[in-house]
């Protein structure tokens, strides 16, 4: 069965340091989201993509994050400055746009 | 704007015993509703969705869940858990036609004692 991955599983970053978390979207998918649960919290969106550009943010997603499709299977997350707030889950997903979203395992990021 | 309302951060049952878990939500136009489960050190797994149609969907598992308009609800039932089933449960509300822009609750951890 068709599933999104995600690499790595868990992510230890310096406070400052740029991360990129990885994901690959099922390959017929053509919308890709994030999402991010910091711990004890609701899951949370960040942004959508679609046709190669962002569709729709939030406020969460402010200069310090981009989204990147580098290629035809990737699908990434850029945290340009980390910051011990962003700690947290992040679940990368994809649809074909007339069904549901599937999601991936998530990247479990914490900023020390 | 929408929001999402999962009553009850935890629940905890007996095996046998029915399984419901709430949700209310807030939403100007007829919302697409959606179940997931969340099994530890897991994604999000799809159980059910209601977008149009017939009111009471059945999912995964052997979840149900009934979207009632009036009561702005679609509160999540089984009429006999599991230990299996011991997870988190997120309900989502989507109101823009898309199944991926999502709104979720605080979700709500399910125990079942033996």
């Known amino acids: 069965e068709p599933e999104v991955t995600q690499t790595p599983s868990h992510q230890v970053t310096q406070m400052g340091q740029e991360v990129i978390l990885r994901c690959v979207p099922i390959?017929?998918?053509?919308?890709f989201y994030w999402y991010r649960q910091i711990l004890g919290q609701k899951v949370e969106f960040l942004v959508s993509?679609?046709?190669?550009?962002?569709?729709?943010k939030s406020e969460i997603f402010d200069d310090q994050f981009s989204v990147e499709r580098p290629d035809g299977s990737n699908f990434t997350l850029k945290i340009r400055s980390t910051k011990l707030e962003d700690s947290a889950m992040y679940f990368c997903?994809?649809?074909?746009?007339?069904?549901?979203?599937?999601f991936g395992q998530g990247t479990r990021l914490t900023v020390v | 704007a929408q929001s999402v309302t999962q009553l009850g951060s935890h629940v905890s049952v007996s095996e046998g015993a029915l399984v419901l878990l709430r949700c209310n939500y807030s939403?100007?136009?007829?919302?697409?509703l959606f179940w997931y489960v969340q099994y530890p050190n897991q994604g999000l797994q799809l159980l059910l969705k209601?977008?149009?149609?017939?009111?009471l969907v059945k999912g995964i598992n052997g979840f149900e869940a009934e979207f009632k308009k009036s009561e702005t609800s679609f509160h999540l039932t089984k009429p006999s858990a599991h230990m299996s089933d011991a997870a988190e449960y997120f309900c989502?509300?989507?109101?823009?036609?898309?199944?991926?822009?999502?709104?979720f609750g605080k979700g709500t951890k399910l125990s079942v004692k033996p």
């Open positions: 997903a994809s649809c074909q746009g007339w069904d549901e979203a599937f």
């Open positions: 390959s017929n998918h053509l919308y």
């Open positions: 993509f679609y046709n190669n550009e962002i569709s729709e």
């Open positions: 939403s100007s136009v007829p919302p697409y």
């Open positions: 209601y977008t149009t149609g017939a009111t």
């Open positions: 989502a509300v989507s109101d823009d036609g898309s199944q991926g822009n999502l709104i």
